[in-house]
């Protein structure tokens, strides 16, 4: 007889088959030409616009910043640390390189969601801006049976990707680590996230403004000492990166697949990108146009997967310690990875980064079912119902096989891209028609007038 985690392996299993991944990948490539690959030639402006004060006049909740922040928090979690590590442990280096090709198309996906969440966001019953690909479905597509597919899928998500797998995987880092039992790392995740989401998005959004920034500078500077340090490593460790990613041998082995299929997989896991998750906060920003909150939005995917998988990815096959190593115990692979260069405090780092990455990813993802359950029902009391049951989630997490959590992540994963990608694609001219607008009425004048300032300076 079938037993629940082979059901949910198998369901995930078929859900992340190789159409799954042209249907991702594809749709990046597509948003990618259409939009004249955008995410190449507007990056820099989009890390400026990160820090550019919000104009008064213009609607939303939170700024620029926040918003990002708060679609961070939920970005930036274990997929960085555990899923990485399990990626290279299932489909081997080369894995590190499809989550980068992931990440570069996946910054026109996420720009892309981000521009039709803020179009298409209402004002909801309380005040506060709500918006997604449940309401762009709805509103741009006129298909609210997606929207609302869409909605019960982020809902059921926001207890795997977004609790009981990040819990699981701090509950077993501070075993490893410190041999704290599982219930205690449990009771205190789910007693500290209550206190925030009670909140709401304001609350969130100031914690997550604050969590993120410090733990990804903390991560990727202590992984930087360590290449830098190791310097000699790091041209075998690219080496083996590219050429286990394209190994004619791993072709004719089958290894290939799973190498493709774990670096996208985990790479969306990590970046989001094609989920339909991040653009939720996005529709939160205070923002003029569109597209400079969703310039905003693509930045994240360049930061988690550029910059901070990179660095753990790297590090893991300068370590060389994967072959042979359980899937299981894919946070004790960093921590000993970390620990071979750094015995003094890299398995700390490890555990540490691994507590504030889970942290805030419990924080945004809360955000995210809540926006989902709120569209399904607009009930106030549903959604103050729903803080309480994930908030209890978390203790349970804590306790779940690690293997089970990731199957039923990678399973909602899947069933939250379809009715999102489907949007995007049937939606694509709009995506297209806004950015050439932000361009000719924000983006030239701000360039002409930026130089202008600049000649003027000059001048004096």
Not at 169 to 197: K, Y
Not at 202 to 209: C, M, N, Q, T
Not at 233 to 240: I, K, M, W
Not at 274 to 298: E, K, N, Y
């Amino acid at each position: 007889m079938a037993t629940l985690s082979s059901i949910v392996a198998a369901a995930s299993g078929f859900v992340w088959g190789p159409w799954m991944l042209v249907l991702l990948v594809g749709t990046g490539v597509f948003l990618s030409f259409r939009l004249r690959f955008l995410q190449f030639f507007r990056l820099g402006y989009a890390l400026r616009l990160v820090i550019t004060s919000d104009k008064k006049k213009s609607k939303g909740d939170v700024s620029h910043f926040a918003a990002l922040m708060t679609a961070l928090a939920a970005t930036i979690g274990t997929g960085n640390i555990v899923g990485v590590a399990s990626a290279v442990i299932l489909g081997g280096p080369g894995a590190v390189f499809w989550m980068w090709i992931t990440a570069i198309f996946g910054m026109a996906t996420k720009y892309g969601e981000a521009v039709l969440a803020i179009k298409y966001r209402v004002t909801d019953s309380s005040g506060f801006m709500a918006g997604g690909p449940m309401y762009f479905l709805e509103k741009g597509l006129n298909a609210k049976w997606l929207g609302i597919l869409f909605a019960v899928f982020g809902v059921t998500a926001s207890f795997g990707i977004g609790n009981m797998s990040q819990s699981n995987s701090v509950a077993n880092g501070l075993v490893d680590t410190f041999g704290v039992p599982t219930w205690i790392s449990g009771l205190v995740l789910a007693v500290l996230t209550g206190l925030v989401i009670i909140g709401g998005i304001r609350k969130i959004a100031a914690a997550s403004s604050v969590i993120v920034p410090f733990m990804a500078v903390l991560y990727v500077t202590v992984g930087l000492v360590i290449v830098i340090a190791n310097i000699k490593l790091l041209p075998s460790a690219l080496a083996t990166i590219f050429t286990s990613a394209f190994s004619l041998q791993a072709g004719f082995g089958g290894l290939i697949g799973a190498t493709i299929r774990y670096g996208v997989a985990r790479g969306v896991f990590s970046n989001e990108a094609g989920l339909g998750s991040a653009p939720i906060a996005a529709a939160a920003a205070i923002t003029d146009h569109p597209c400079r909150q969703a310039l905003v939005s693509m930045t994240g995917t360049f930061l988690d997967t550029i910059v901070v998988c990179s660095v753990n990815g790297i590090i893991l096959v300068m370590a060389g310690m994967y072959p042979g190593a359980q899937v299981s115990a894919a946070a004790a692979l960093t921590s000993q990875s970390f620990s071979s260069f750094l015995p003094s405090f890299g398995a700390v780092t490890v555990t540490v980064s691994l507590i504030l990455f889970a942290y805030s990813t419990i924080l945004g993802w809360s955000y995210y079912g809540e926006r989902c359950l709120y569209y399904l029902t607009e009930s106030k009391t549903a959604s103050l119902i729903y803080r309480v049951v994930f908030s209890l989630f978390i203790f349970i997490g804590a306790t779940v096989k690690l293997g089970l959590a990731w199957d039923v992540s990678d399973l909602f994963n899947g069933a939250m891209a379809i009715p999102n990608l489907i949007g995007l694609l049937a939606l694509s001219g709009v995506i297209v028609s806004q950015t050439k607008e932000f361009h000719e009425n924000f983006y030239v004048k701000e360039k002409l007038a930026a130089k202008q300032a600049k000649a003027a300076a000059a001048g004096k």
